[in-house]
């Protein structure tokens, strides 16, 4: 004896699954080279977002589960990042060593020139990785190619230093020692609240190097 299953019950059956992937599918990654995703965030306006990762990498997979299948989460970078996968033991390995990645997963945000716009190691909540997203955002026209532009051309005002300093310590430029260093050469009074906070960031070894 067969048994009809009614019209209206396969609906909300299909309606559900619908809502079941919907919700696992997650952020849009691809494997883009670097070279088709700077194409693509160009022609969208867009960041790249780059999820350097490696198989082993606890963190890694805690983010693949937790945070990337988040709804608010995948719907904000879907929105607003060209989204890449980079494994750097195979095919993402050329994003790991032209970006010097030592830690996993780094995050890069790119710009569609392929420049550092952001990027910070280590695994995130969905709340602090979509914090991220948005400071990348607010860093989008702010790239390090136009401070390098201003500072090439002669500027070397103490406020100018200090932001060119704090922009390339978010990206984990290598310049960044230097450049602190050269902001403070400008400064009579190191004791005041707010440089005695800038050298306290920037005491953070960097490569070795640190302000004490």
Same mark, same amino acid.
């Given at each position: 004896?067969?048994?009809?299953?009614?019209?209206?019950?396969?609906?909300?059956?299909?309606?559900?699954?619908?809502?079941?992937?919907?919700?696992?599918?997650?952020?849009?990654?691809?494997?883009?080279?670097?070279?088709?995703?700077?194409?693509?965030?160009?022609?969208?306006?867009?960041?790249?977002?780059?999820?350097?990762?490696?198989?082993?990498?606890?963190?890694?997979?805690?983010?693949?589960?937790?945070?990337?299948?988040?709804?608010?989460?995948?719907?904000?970078?879907?929105?607003?990042?060209?989204?890449?996968?980079?494994?750097?033991?195979?095919?993402?390995?050329?994003?790991?060593?032209?970006?010097?990645?030592?830690?996993?997963?780094?995050?890069?945000?790119?710009?569609?020139?392929?420049?550092?716009?952001?990027?910070?190691?280590?695994?995130?909540?969905?709340?602090?990785?979509?914090?991220?997203?948005?400071? &990348? *955002?607010?860093?989008?026209? /702010?790239?390090?190619?136009?401070?390098?532009? +201003?500072?090439? %051309?002669?500027?070397? $005002?103490?406020?100018?230093?200090?932001?060119?300093?704090?922009?390339?310590?978010?990206?984990?430029?290598?310049?960044?020692?230097?450049? &602190? *260093?050269?902001?403070?050469? /400008?400064?009579?009074?190191?004791?005041?609240? +707010?440089?005695? %906070?800038?050298?306290? $960031?920037?005491?953070?070894?960097?490569?070795?190097?640190?302000?004490?």
């Amino acid at each position: 004896m067969k048994t009809l299953i009614p019209v209206s019950t396969l609906m909300l059956l299909f309606i559900a699954l619908g809502f079941v992937a919907s919700a696992q599918s997650g952020i849009d990654f691809s494997q883009h080279s670097l070279g088709h995703a700077k194409k693509q965030a160009k022609a969208e306006d867009k960041l790249i977002f780059v999820d350097v990762y490696t198989d082993w990498c606890g963190p890694c997979k805690r983010m693949d589960k937790e945070v990337f299948t988040d709804s608010k989460v995948a719907d904000f970078f879907n929105e607003n990042f060209i989204n890449v996968k980079a494994n750097a033991e195979k095919k993402g390995k050329y994003y790991a060593n032209r970006y010097g990645v030592r830690a996993y997963p780094t995050l890069l945000f790119l710009n569609h020139e392929g420049e550092v716009v952001k990027s910070i190691s280590g695994g995130h909540s969905a709340r602090g990785f979509y914090r991220l997203g948005e400071e &990348a *955002l607010t860093l989008k026209n /702010t790239n390090y190619s136009k401070y390098q532009t +201003i500072y090439s %051309k002669g500027n070397r $005002k103490p406020e100018f230093l200090k932001a060119f300093a704090e922009y390339s310590y978010s990206i984990k430029h290598k310049e960044t020692y230097a450049l &602190a *260093l050269e902001y403070l050469e /400008t400064q009579k009074d190191w004791s005041s609240v +707010i440089n005695m %906070k800038f050298i306290l $960031k920037h005491s953070i070894p960097y490569e070795g190097e640190k302000l004490f």
